[in-house]
């Protein structure tokens, strides 16, 4: 009886064993460093990008508090017009709604102003993570930047 199977033997043209970015002992070429964006110390060049994607962060939050903040004092000036009496029920949990809401409003405001001092605190961003520079780095790593730096230290010992 025959039995079927399925079989794959590569693309036509395709090369095996080409590798463009990194070289035999694992350390990056030129176009690899430029591609994952890394110095020839193991950091990288993600500053920019990091900066940006917190100032948008920042600007997002704020604009969200200070919707958040302003609902909240919208429902109390219009439970005072309506002449609303806040002891009662309803006037109690118009209150609460209202102070949650402008509560709310300030942690996500003050959150989108952290998001945006972090942005310009942050001169550089670190590939190791964890704060270290890579040749201080010798704990395990855990991502692929960590691996590039280690490989990256590793190699500068050999050389």
């Not at 035999?24 to 920019?48: F, H, M, P, V, W």
């Not at 006037?91 to 509560?103: D, E, Q, V």
């Not at 670190?126 to 704990?139: I, L, R, S, V």
């Given at each position: 009886?025959?039995?079927?199977?399925?079989?794959?033997?590569?693309?036509?043209?395709?090369?095996?064993?080409?590798?463009?970015?990194?070289?035999?002992?694992?350390?990056?070429?030129?176009?690899?460093?430029?591609?994952?964006?890394?110095?020839?110390?193991?950091?990288?060049?993600?500053?920019?990008?990091?900066?940006?994607?917190?100032?948008?962060?920042?600007?997002?939050?704020?604009?969200?508090?200070?919707?958040?903040?302003?609902?909240?004092?919208?429902?109390?000036?219009?439970?005072?017009?309506?002449?609303?009496?806040f002891g009662s029920k309803?006037?109690?949990?118009?209150?609460?709604?209202?102070?949650?809401?402008?509560?709310?409003?300030?942690?996500?405001?003050?959150?989108?102003?952290?998001?945006?001092?972090?942005?310009?605190?942050?001169?550089?961003?670190?590939?190791?993570?964890?704060?270290?520079?890579?040749?201080?780095?010798?704990?395990?790593?855990?991502?692929?930047?960590?691996?590039?730096?280690?490989?990256?230290?590793?190699?500068?010992?050999?050389?």
């Amino acid at each position: 009886m025959d039995k079927v199977y399925l079989a794959h033997h590569g693309i036509k043209g395709q090369r095996w064993g080409v590798r463009r970015y990194q070289n035999e002992d694992g350390s990056l070429t030129s176009a690899g460093r430029k591609k994952y964006d890394i110095n020839e110390d193991g950091t990288t060049n993600l500053k920019e990008k990091y900066r940006k994607g917190q100032n948008v962060r920042g600007v997002a939050k704020s604009a969200v508090g200070g919707l958040l903040v302003s609902q909240g004092v919208r429902s109390l000036v219009g439970a005072k017009k309506g002449q609303m009496n806040f002891g009662s029920k309803d006037g109690k949990n118009t209150l609460n709604r209202a102070i949650f809401s402008m509560t709310l409003g300030a942690i996500v405001v003050s959150s989108g102003v952290k998001n945006f001092i972090n942005a310009n605190k942050n001169k550089t961003f670190n590939a190791t993570g964890m704060g270290g520079t890579p040749e201080k780095f010798d704990g395990k790593a855990k991502t692929r930047a960590q691996v590039l730096a280690l490989q990256n230290k590793q190699n500068s010992k050999k050389k």
